[in-house]
């Protein structure tokens, strides 16, 4: 009986072990789901609003080649990603609050990219103007004499 008694608690302890490498294994699991659903509701969101900013924005009048779509003067992506932030920490999102607040962060990667892309052509022409360069209205190569213009494109915006 003793015998027995021994054989039943080796299996016993062998099947707790199994049952915590499954539970573990689970939890990664889910953890790996929820970082790809994240992943797809910022960067898809991010997507979008670019895609909505280019397919039905207007020119910036600073930088014409830069286009934005604004609902009542605000940008579409700014207004989405404070709302939806907003709407998150008040807890209007219920149970929902974490996927809100992926769509908001996406919603703000769109803005503050086409924002950096804004504030770069900036410094850019700021720099050129430093130092005398030739103003850029196309295509770019750098050379040893300096900056050669190769063709006028839709970056001819930012010449003043």
């Not at 700014?78 to 996927?99: M, R, S, T």
Request: proline share 2%.
């Amino acid at each position: 009986m003793a015998g027995f008694a021994a054989r039943t608690s080796s299996w016993f302890d062998k099947y707790t072990s199994l049952k915590g490498r499954v539970e573990r294994i689970k939890e990664k699991g889910e953890e790996a789901i929820g970082q790809g659903l994240q992943l797809v509701e910022v960067g898809g969101t991010a997507f979008a609003f670019s895609y909505l900013n280019a397919r039905n924005g207007k020119p910036d009048p600073k930088h014409p080649g830069i286009l934005r779509l604004q609902v009542m003067g605000v940008d579409a992506d700014l207004g989405a990603a404070v709302g939806l932030h907003v709407l998150a920490f008040l807890g209007g999102a219920g149970k929902y609050g974490e996927h809100a607040h992926n769509i908001a962060d996406g919603a703000a990667a769109s803005y503050l990219s086409r924002l950096g892309s804004e504030l770069g052509a900036d410094a850019r022409v700021k720099a050129q103007q430093k130092t005398g360069g030739a103003q850029i209205t196309g295509g770019v190569e750098v050379r040893s004499g300096g900056v050669e213009v190769t063709g006028a494109d839709r970056v001819n915006q930012y010449v003043r």
